[in-house]
């Protein structure tokens, strides 16, 4: 296991983009899927995008589909998600979180619970 640390977030208008990274501390940081999910104000924390440890497998929730793209560098031990076309409801606290070893498919890797460890979150807000 390892200690996830998100930065990045902040205030953006409607339209906009920003980039959070998940700087990860472990040594098996590359064998490892890495998750984004969200949580807005009175709402349940949900499923983004995650991307396999090798980088070659991404899976993605549709109301993010062409607007966001995760990424890693496993030489950094960081994974990011570049945001473009932010809508006010992508207002959320992000968090990174790590874990699967294998690729159970999209359905199994979009839930909280194959997740083994979270960071902390980094707030995103989008003005309209």
């Known amino acids: 296991q390892g200690q996830l640390v998100e930065s990045g977030g902040g205030l953006v208008q409607a339209g906009g983009s920003l980039r959070l990274s998940c700087a990860a501390s472990?040594?098996?940081?590359?064998?490892?899927?890495m998750g984004w999910f969200r949580q807005a104000p009175g709402k349940e924390r949900e499923f983004v995008a995650v991307?396999?440890?090798?980088?070659?497998?991404?899976y993605s929730a549709d109301s993010v589909k062409g607007r966001f793209t995760i990424s890693r560098d496993n030489a950094k031990n960081t994974v990011y998600l570049q945001m473009n076309s932010l809508k006010p409801e992508d207002t959320a606290i992000y968090y990174c979180?790590?874990?699967?070893?294998?690729?159970?498919?999209?359905?199994?890797?979009?839930?909280?619970?194959?997740?083994?460890?979270w960071g902390q979150g980094t707030q995103v807000t989008v003005s309209s």
């Open positions: 991307i396999s440890g090798s980088g070659s497998t991404t």
């Open positions: 472990g040594r098996t940081f590359s064998s490892n899927f």
């Open positions: 979180a790590g874990g699967p070893r294998y690729n159970t498919g999209s359905y199994v890797l979009a839930r909280e619970t194959s997740y083994d460890y």
